[in-house]
């Protein structure tokens, strides 16, 4: 993906070598939901979208700041994460207004360690993750090496696939689909709420497909851009995550889809460009 030059957002917040503590035993300990990007079974996994129980989340955690140096690997991947960002401002701007609506643009997270969202308190193993309470994307840059070395996923383009899937959950909740969604927590039964989040999950893999999209009409895409995010979105399939951890798949406990849903619903938002072609919970086949 070619991204010397290009246009970086002013949307990024650095807070790198600012560490918080614990609260209340945790994250669990203060009351939040965490739906799992990667299934937690092999004792770590990677976040996605962190939400409140209830209106606010009332604990906070101390701060503290210290020297932080980067590496040379980190600054460039810091300028390229910012660069996706612009890119994903640009596209859903101009595909709100085209629907008469407004963007309002998140703010990314640059942290290391541990981080305090408006949803609590989250450590670097959570992984990339949304924060509907404050509209902020989370993202450890050692993330990076993860999705290489655990997930074998490589390649700049899975990590812009790992970033357009935040923003697509931000789209979301300007739209009001995560608000719906997470309604129902207490309202249905367990397999019901995993099977929402499921569906929410996938429209999330569409919307970056619909952001790929629009980078391949802009003439960014190199040759094999589009296969390193179908690696990425193949490696963190339920169905992929639990086999690898339990040696057998659980499908009612599915929260993101399979590893074939996951890299189709990306395809499909990669081939209409379009936020109609993305209605995951009135589709007739997931």
């Known amino acids: 993906m070619k991204y010397e030059g290009r246009r970086k957002s002013n949307n990024v917040e650095d807070r790198r070598?600012?560490?918080?503590?614990?609260?209340?035993?945790?994250?669990?300990?203060?009351?939040?939901?965490?739906?799992?990007?990667?299934?937690?079974?092999?004792?770590?996994?990677?976040?996605?979208?962190?939400?409140?129980?209830?209106?606010?989340?009332?604990?906070?955690?101390?701060?503290?700041?210290?020297?932080?140096?980067?590496?040379?690997?980190?600054?460039?991947?810091?300028?390229?994460?910012?660069?996706?960002?612009?890119?994903?401002?640009?596209?859903?701007?101009?595909?709100?207004?085209?629907?008469?609506?407004?963007?309002?643009?998140?703010?990314?997270?640059?942290?290391?360690?541990?981080?305090?969202?408006?949803?609590?308190?989250?450590?670097?193993?959570?992984?990339?993750?949304?924060?509907?309470?404050?509209?902020?994307?989370?993202?450890?840059?050692?993330?990076?090496?993860?999705?290489?070395?655990?997930?074998?996923?490589?390649?700049?383009?899975?990590?812009?696939?790992?970033?357009?899937?935040?923003?697509?959950?931000?789209?979301?909740?300007?739209?009001?689909?995560?608000?719906?969604?997470?309604?129902?927590?207490n309202k249905v039964s367990e397999a019901e709420y995993n099977a929402a989040t499921v569906k929410l999950e996938l429209q999330a893999d569409y919307y970056a497909g619909v952001w790929a999209h629009h980078q391949k009409n802009a003439g960014y895409l190199d040759v094999g851009d589009l296969d390193e995010a179908l690696t990425a979105a193949n490696a963190i399939g339920d169905d992929t995550l639990q086999m690898q951890a339990r040696g057998y798949v659980v499908p009612e406990s599915f929260t993101h889809g399979t590893s074939e849903q996951r890299k189709r619903w990306f395809k499909n938002g990669y081939k209409t460009g379009t936020i109609q072609g993305g209605d995951t919970f009135n589709a007739k086949a997931l």
Not at 36 to 62: C, E, K, M, R
Not at 82 to 102: H, M, P, Q
Not at 136 to 149: A, G, H, V
């Open 17 to 185: 070598g600012m560490s918080v503590g614990k609260v209340g035993g945790g994250i669990g300990g203060i009351g939040l939901i965490i739906v799992v990007l990667f299934t937690l079974l092999s004792g770590g996994g990677i976040g996605d979208v962190i939400s409140n129980v209830g209106n606010s989340v009332q604990q906070t955690a101390p701060q503290s700041e210290r020297p932080y140096i980067s590496s040379e690997e980190e600054d460039e991947l810091m300028e390229f994460v910012s660069v996706v960002l612009a890119d994903t401002e640009d596209v859903w701007s101009r595909i709100f207004k085209d629907n008469g609506l407004t963007y309002e643009e998140p703010t990314l997270v640059i942290f290391s360690d541990s981080v305090q969202s408006a949803c609590g308190v989250a450590g670097a193993s959570v992984g990339p993750f949304y924060c509907p309470g404050d509209h902020k994307l989370y993202i450890d840059l050692s993330f990076y090496k993860e999705l290489k070395d655990r997930f074998k996923a490589p390649g700049d383009f899975a990590m812009a696939y790992v970033v357009a899937h935040e923003v697509g959950h931000h789209v979301q909740t300007l739209l009001g689909t995560s608000q719906k969604v997470h309604a129902l927590r």
